[in-house]
């Protein structure tokens, strides 16, 4: 067990019910995406492969494009694998999601175009020849900061009254974490065991807005009720 989070340490590491809570789907669809089901292949190649069933920091990040594209538009998922295997097939680049980018419908293909490269374009299909480009609105990357190597390192997932809760693979295996460094979910848990955000913040010894913030994130951003 040591080893194996070992090899997990700065790469966040989470269940499939953690992952789904926080990009906000069903844990059923988060598996499918990462794994596949009897109902169809996965969408994405997690990076600790399929045998684990543990979803990683990038693995994450790549879900919740899924997830703002597919509200927008139902694109079809094996529009997004194969978008994804053209990425690393064309251009060599893994977890394109997680990456700076923008995304393109593209007649019935799904295009993938690197921030950095103004004409170059990474689609499944030369097919669409002077059709329209519809681009899809991606909230999530604006709230993501980069390595030098490109890939996100860190997200801020949600942020009330100017305090942020980020996640950062490299700390705390990338749970939500508040500016003090408690976790988002522990000081909750607190408000509910202490009986209000006061109570907690005075036990925590952390600025009430920290744990209005907390609350606010578990019970309005993820969903949790105290039931």
Not at 32 to 57: A, C, M, N, Y
Not at 141 to 158: M, S, V, W
Not at 173 to 184: C, I, R
Not at 212 to 221: I, L
Request: charged letters at 25%.
């Amino acid at each position: 067990m040591v080893a194996k989070l070992q090899r997990h340490l700065g790469s966040g590491i989470y269940t499939v019910a953690e992952a789904a809570l926080y990009a906000r789907i069903s844990s059923a669809m988060m598996s499918r995406w990462l794994f596949g089901t009897e109902k169809g292949r996965s969408v994405i190649d997690p990076q600790f492969g399929k045998q684990e069933k543990v979803v990683s920091f990038l693995d994450l990040i790549q879900t919740l494009a899924i997830r703002e594209i597919r509200l927008q538009r139902h694109v079809p998922l094996p529009k997004f694998r194969q978008a994804i295997k053209t990425a690393k097939d064309k251009l060599g680049i893994t977890h394109p999601f997680a990456r700076e980018h923008c995304t393109y419908l593209w007649g019935e293909e799904l295009v993938i175009r690197p921030r950095e490269e103004d004409d170059e374009f990474v689609e499944a299909s030369g097919k669409n020849k002077g059709q329209r480009l519809f681009p899809f609105v991606e909230m999530y990357l604006e709230n993501l900061t980069f390595d030098k190597e490109g890939l996100a390192n860190q997200y801020k997932i949600f942020t009330s009254d100017e305090v942020a809760i980020r996640m950062d693979p490299h700390v705390r295996f990338g749970e939500p974490l508040l500016p003090s460094g408690y976790t988002a979910m522990t000081i909750w848990e607190a408000i509910i065991a202490e009986g209000g955000i006061e109570q907690a913040a005075k036990v925590y010894d952390i600025p009430i807005s920290e744990a209005e913030a907390s609350y606010k994130f578990v019970n309005e951003h993820l969903g949790k009720s105290a039931a």
